[in-house]
């Protein structure tokens, strides 16, 4: 077996497979499964420097740690160096973290209008002043996730990653897209090689990986030290036990059963409504539930039934009954 091991900072990482941080899917719930299906680090959900700051109660909730999720990578979006400062010192101080991320590279326009996110990568120097005032208040490794630019015609993310490195920021995670791209068209893994050839810090690559084969061809083709995974995982949190063994054997898993499928999906729902009460766990289940049934056999009809459930009993049902129906098809075929 190879030794797929890597550090940021001091902090140990056991194998090549990150999980990215995404909004409104990266809780305890979610985050629990992706360390129990193998991945080597996992990131929260991005939180807000200024919610913080004026101590939210919703968003400090937002910084809980569970006993089972580290190394656990915690991240942080703004635009203001002492709101960002206080917040970040809060997550030194104050949470269960064991890495620290500055986000450059979300693209939601709320999010960009606030000049966080990727309208960091449009200014280099106050993006790369602001980190140096992070790092220099915090214990904690910092790192940044970031896109390659702008747009086309501003692609920043070599000079934006020298400038972090003097500063002491200890790994960077590049997504292969532009702003302007968002989540269309394919990642240029080009760029994340250019980055890893301009830094000597840990560099993970994000961007189309949905297999083995994917991960293996990124490592390869750009150098970088681990590979991100953010929308392959949803509803497929399998990608990342198949990911870590591929990366391991070069061999691939066999294909996952419905039945397994639908357990997932009921052991995450249970989750969430643990951790959120039922009425609103499982209306954040709606979206998983979908992810989870892709692909079956008149998936349409069954994600519109559980688009629309209120209740864990009622999500049971809605599986059992599909369950039941497609035994009936095979008997019958």
């Given at each position: 077996?190879?030794?797929?091991?890597?550090?940021i900072?001091?902090?140990?990482?056991a194998?090549?497979?990150?999980?990215?941080?995404?909004?409104?899917?990266?809780?305890?719930a979610?985050?629990?499964i992706c360390?129990?299906?193998?991945?080597?680090?996992?990131?929260?959900?991005?939180?807000?420097d200024?919610?913080l700051?004026?101590?939210?109660e919703k968003?400090?909730?937002?910084?809980?740690?569970?006993?089972?999720?580290?190394?656990?990578?915690?991240?942080?979006f703004?635009?203001?160096?002492e709101?960002?400062?206080?917040?970040?010192?809060?997550?030194?101080?104050?949470?269960?973290?064991?890495?620290?991320d500055?986000?450059?590279?979300?693209?939601?326009?709320?999010?960009?209008?606030?000049?966080?996110?990727s309208?960091?990568?449009?200014?280099?120097?106050?993006?790369?002043?602001?980190?140096?005032?992070?790092v220099?208040?915090?214990?904690?490794?910092?790192?940044?996730?970031?896109?390659?630019?702008?747009d086309?015609?501003?692609?920043?993310?070599?000079?934006?990653?020298?400038g972090?490195?003097?500063?002491?920021?200890?790994a960077?995670?590049?997504?292969?897209?532009?702003?302007?791209?968002?989540?269309?068209?394919?990642?240029?893994?080009s760029?994340?090689?250019?980055?890893?050839?301009?830094?000597?810090?840990?560099?993970?690559?994000n961007g189309?990986?949905r297999?083995?084969?994917?991960?293996?061809?990124?490592?390869?083709?750009?150098?970088?030290?681990?590979?991100?995974?953010?929308?392959?995982?949803?509803?497929?949190p399998?990608?990342i036990?198949?990911?870590?063994?591929?990366?391991?054997?070069g061999?691939?898993?066999?294909?996952?059963?419905?039945?397994?499928?639908f357990?997932?999906?009921?052991?995450?729902?249970?989750?969430?409504?643990?951790?959120?009460?039922?009425?609103?766990?499982?209306?954040e289940?709606?979206?998983?539930?979908?992810?989870?049934?892709k692909?079956?056999?008149?998936?349409?009809?069954?994600?519109?039934?559980?688009?629309?459930?209120?209740?864990?009993?009622?999500?049971?049902?809605?599986?059992?009954?599909?369950?039941a129906?497609?035994?009936?098809?095979?008997?019958?075929?």
């Open positions: 077996m190879p030794n797929n091991t890597w550090k900072g001091d902090i140990e990482i194998n090549q497979v990150v999980i990215a941080p995404m909004a409104g899917i990266s809780n305890p979610f985050r629990v360390k129990e299906f193998g991945a080597g680090l996992i990131y929260t959900e991005m939180v807000s200024k919610a700051y004026y101590e939210n968003t400090i909730g937002m910084t809980d740690v569970e006993e089972g999720e580290h190394p656990l990578t915690m991240q942080i703004g635009h203001d160096i709101t960002m400062v206080y917040a970040a010192k809060l997550l030194d101080t104050k949470t269960d973290c064991d890495i620290i500055i986000n450059m590279g979300c693209p939601v326009t709320k999010i960009v209008k606030s000049q966080a996110g309208a960091l990568m449009k200014d280099v120097d106050h993006a790369t002043k602001m980190t140096k005032a992070v220099e208040a915090v214990e904690k490794p910092v790192t940044v996730k970031m896109r390659i630019g702008w086309m015609d501003q692609i920043t993310c070599v000079d934006l990653a020298k972090l490195e003097a500063v002491g920021v200890k960077i995670a590049v997504h292969g897209r532009t702003k302007k791209q968002m989540y269309e068209g394919h990642a240029d893994w760029y994340i090689k250019q980055v890893k050839e301009a830094v000597t810090i840990p560099v993970m690559g189309d990986i297999s083995g084969e994917d991960a293996k061809r990124m490592l390869d083709e750009t150098g970088c030290d681990a590979v991100m995974i953010g929308r392959g995982v949803l509803g497929d399998w990608l036990k198949e990911v870590v063994h591929y990366l391991d054997t061999k691939q898993l066999p294909p996952v059963s419905m039945e397994e499928k357990m997932m999906a009921r052991l995450h729902a249970k989750r969430l409504c643990n951790l959120k009460g039922e009425y609103v766990g499982m209306r289940m709606r979206g998983h539930a979908a992810w989870y049934v692909g079956l056999p008149g998936s349409h009809k069954l994600k519109d039934a559980l688009t629309k459930m209120e209740t864990f009993d009622e999500m049971n049902q809605i599986l059992d009954l599909y369950m129906e497609m035994n009936c098809k095979a008997v019958k075929e």
